[in-house]
């Protein structure tokens, strides 16, 4: 899966939710890298059968990444820079388009 390259120098971090779990990391990352850093594989739920989707391609091109953000349904993880307060939430089954 996954794993984080160590940096050499201290770097600036923020800290945001995953479903309610407080998770730092350094300034730049992604949603999608605060989720897998949360240890959740799962970011949303297929409409249709339910079946577990988690961020892949992690640039933007199969949308398993989806998440709700701050609210906001529908938001690709792997392309969204966390924030400090950003809650970013599982997403489960059908959502609205734009909104
Ligand atoms: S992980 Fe593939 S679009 Fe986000």
Redesign the pocket.
Known sequence: MFRRLETASPVETVTVTVGGKPVTLPRGETA?AALVAAGEATGRTTPITGAPR?????????????VMIDGAPNR????TEIRDGMRIERQVGARRIGG
């Open positions: 999608a988690g961020p892949y391609c992690m640039m933007g091109v199969c949308f398993d990444c989806l690709q993880a792997c392309m």
